[in-house]
């Protein structure tokens, strides 16, 4: 069976993930039928319908605007900004679309909560890649299987770009989804993803930078979060540190490290294809696991049969990729996985309810600041009273 899909946004992103459906194609494994895309911007659009003819073999019909898609349309995959998700996911949900929704799910949660609401039998499937690269697989296949003992503490720390422009200006204006969100919810869905569900966070945030340099040296205002500290504990009781910077200076660096009362587990940084760093403490010394002896302490482990097909190997320490490829490979796996709860019934591997938690998260650092306290994260999803994206909705009234 074919599914009908539309895409909404077709700016780089949307391009982005042409390239996973063709990545789905290339293995026999497409299920989508690309026969719509959307945008209000005419040229982006035009660009989009050509890659993806040239891509695909099929042109899509160009719409300005999802509410006029055709009924025959089974599901909408939405990669415009974040501060339209809301409106055009729930158009679709109630349109009768199954629909997946590109990080972060919703600009606030209270959109979030919308949009879940909106759902009913519909599937609605969050696009988090980080997840599915098949290193962090390994990853939490070594954690699952006890080898690190009681895992007790996990650190996600990077710091990099400067007073660069990252990717977009817009991830820079706090009423747009600033950085923090953006990339914030990455992070977030990692942390819960290795290790269970947070129960309490706490945080603070800072704008280093009021201006961001673009590309062609034009200058930009800022007024996002671009440095975010938090913690964490776990219902484990494990605790989680949390640094994102995109203010940093100098070296740059990525860190993200499980510890356990066994040993400890360095995890590269996602879409590089660079080993784990396994190390084990016995009678009060540690020693380095070589990749082999790794594999051999998680017997099971296997990737599914798409990533397996997509990377080269269903029982793999590394791979060796240029980054545009380990990207669309697992924008692909989204495809896949939306299309397997599409077409079998069960839930995606990171529907809606898991979306608007990474969410809560990222933006429960900056609510703990505003709040002078820690903050719950069942308090986030359920709470009213949410004065850092109060200030998001102030900013929204005065643009």
């Known amino acids: 069976m074919s599914i009908t899909l539309a895409i909404a946004g077709c700016g780089v992103m949307g391009r982005r993930h042409v390239l996973g459906l063709k990545k789905l ?30 891509l695909l073999g099929r042109r899509p019909a160009v719409f300005a605007d999802p509410a006029d898609l055709p009924a025959s ?13 809301a409106t055009i996911g729930i158009q679709a949900l109630h349109a009768g679309r199954h629909v997946q929704m590109e990080k972060p799910i919703t600009l606030t949660i209270e959109d979030g909560r919308a949009l879940l609401a909106a759902a009913g039998d519909r599937k609605l499937s969050v696009a988090e890649n980080y997840r599915r690269d098949p290193i962090n697989r390994l990853a939490k296949a ?76 034009t200058m930009y205002p800022a007024d996002a979060e671009d440095l975010t500290v938090g913690i964490g504990r776990y219902a484990s009781g494990a605790l989680a540190t949390m640094i994102l910077s995109v203010a940093g200076r100098g070296d ?102 898991f979306g608007l938690r990474s969410l809560a998260i990222s933006y429960g650092f900056l609510e703990s600041d505003r709040l002078g306290r820690f903050v719950s994260v069942d308090e986030l999803l359920t709470s009213g009273d949410l004065p850092y994206q109060k200030e998001i909705e102030e900013a929204l009234h005065q643009a």
């Open 73 to 85: 349309v089974d599901a909408l995959d939405v990669t415009t900004s974040p501060n339209l998700h």
């Open 25 to 54: 194609q290339e293995i026999g494994q497409l299920r989508f039928d690309l026969v719509a895309i959307c945008d209000p911007v005419e040229s982006s659009s035009t660009a989009m319908a050509d890659l993806a003819e040239e």
């Open 252 to 353: 740059a660096h990525f860190t993200r490290m499980v510890y356990g009362t066994s040993g400890s587990l360095s995890i590269p940084g996602d879409r590089t294809g660079q080993p784990l760093r396994l190390s084990l403490r016995a009678h009060g010394e540690d020693r380095i696991v070589a990749d082999n002896d790794l594999l051999a302490l998680v017997p099971d482990f296997r990737l599914d049969d798409t990533t397996a097909a997509l990377f080269g190997g269903e029982r793999m320490t590394s791979y060796d990729l240029p980054w545009a490829d380990s990207d669309a490979n697992l924008l692909a796996i989204e495809f896949d996985d939306f299309a397997e709860s599409i077409l079998t019934g069960r839930e995606p591997e990171v529907d809606g309810a």
């Open 142 to 217: 070594v954690i699952d299987a006890g080898v690190l003992g009681r895992p007790f503490l996990i650190v996600q720390s990077s710091s990099s770009s400067g007073e660069h422009v990252v990717i977009t200006p817009w991830r820079h204006r706090k009423h747009a989804c600033g950085i923090a969100i953006d990339m914030g919810v990455h992070y977030a869905d990692i942390l819960e993803y290795l290790l269970g569900p947070l129960t309490t966070i706490g945080g603070m945030g800072a704008v280093i930078d009021a201006e961001r340099t673009g590309a062609d040296g």
